[in-house]
């Protein structure tokens, strides 16, 4: 049974109006100064009411003429064709979720279908409905309100998860990753040294995967657990810089031989180059200080810092890393961060991304990873 109420064009009001009063379209012409065919066609239903029209009416009949108008654009809204909500069902999916992004990247399939649309994101997410709650991971630990991550971040972490989910390897074993730290460290020397990454990971057992940073993300890595035992290290490379990704990889690193996130299923790290040395939770404190120091040891840096500052010359920053056998950019960023100062000898901060995806499960920049 339709519900919705009929319709009827302004012109049938003004008739009735007309019959109220006991007057002819011709004195209704006389008194507003119009034609009386311009009377007839309203009333027919042949011309629509404009805002001069509505004011006149308005005027003569003693009803206002908003009555007048807001009965034409009911009228005229009507005879549109509906959409059948089409058109709120998809303004609800650009609103929750980053469709555009997600269209961009070959993790959404572009369709006209709104239903096709809605069901590529419930089986992405994982969910029943549109507006259910999207948990990454199910925890035994609520997560406060102030630390859930947003759509932006949960659409990256859910992309990781699924290129992690897919690879097989050794079995976690957190004494083989403490004994593969030295090898790691082995590779600081040069960018194209970090090719070598993935395989040494995944010999521990330690899933290693990049997904390209959704802007307005700010995500810089993340670790999480596949089925509550596996670790998982996803890097987005947000800031392609030999300093950066080192200092980034050690630090999940950390908190996969921590076991941090275990209980919640996972530790999202955001900004990381912002944030250190601030105002941090005790599971990132740890883990910035494991990353510092297997960047560059803090004796080392300190006691270099205390013979040449306050002169920081180029060829005595070369020499130091040179001794330490490590990248120049890799020293240069742990003097920025020491002395917040992020224009020092920025030259040496090289690129590494195109040696990292050459070799680890990549998906982005381009690249569209089908899984």
């Not at 404009?50 to 005879?79: C, F, H, R, V």
Request: glycine share 6%; net charge neutral; charged share 25%.
């Amino acid at each position: 049974m339709n519900t919705v109420a009929e319709i009827f064009p302004p012109g049938e009001f003004l008739r009735d109006e007309l019959e109220a009063r006991g007057w002819s379209q011709t004195e209704l012409a006389e008194i507003i100064g119009r034609p009386v065919r311009l009377i007839n066609e309203l009333i027919a239903g042949k011309k629509a009411i404009t805002p001069e029209t509505a004011i006149q009416l308005g005027d003569s009949l003693g009803t206002g003429p908003e009555l007048w108008m807001n009965l034409e654009s009911q009228y005229q809204l009507s005879k549109v064709r509906s959409t059948d909500g089409l058109i709120a069902r998809r303004a609800k999916l650009y609103e929750r979720f980053p469709v555009r992004e997600m269209i961009k990247r070959g993790w959404i399939e572009a369709s006209k279908s709104i239903d096709v649309l809605e069901q590529q994101f419930l089986a992405f997410f994982g969910i029943d409905s549109l507006e259910a709650e999207i948990p990454f991971a199910h925890a035994a630990k609520k997560t406060a309100p102030q630390d859930l991550p947003t759509m932006l971040q949960l659409a990256w972490l859910y992309r990781a998860r699924r290129l992690a989910s897919e690879q097989v390897i050794a079995a976690y074993s957190a004494d083989a990753l403490r004994q593969a730290l030295p090898r790691l460290s082995a590779l600081l020397s040069a960018p194209e040294e970090t090719r070598h990454v993935a395989r040494v990971l995944a010999e521990c057992g330690v899933r290693f995967v990049v997904v390209e940073p959704i802007p307005g993300a700010k995500i810089d890595g993340a670790c999480f657990w596949l089925s509550g035992s596996q670790p998982v290290v996803a890097l987005s490379l947000r800031l392609d810089r030999i300093d950066n990704f080192w200092f980034v990889l050690r630090h999940e690193l950390e908190h996969v031989l921590q076991r941090h996130g275990q209980d919640r299923g996972y530790i999202l790290d955001q900004d990381l180059e912002t944030v250190v040395g601030g105002q941090v939770s005790e599971e990132e404190a740890v883990a910035n200080t494991a990353a510092a120091v297997f960047c560059v040891s803090a004796d080392e840096i300190t006691n270099f810092m205390l013979r040449v500052q306050p002169f920081f010359k180029e060829e005595r920053v070369l020499l130091f890393a040179q001794r330490l056998n490590v990248h120049p950019g890799i020293v240069v960023g742990q003097l920025q961060r020491r002395l917040g100062r992020y224009d020092l000898f920025r030259k040496h901060q090289v690129k590494v991304r195109q040696f990292i995806t050459s070799s680890a499960l990549t998906d982005g920049w381009g690249v569209v990873h089908t899984v």
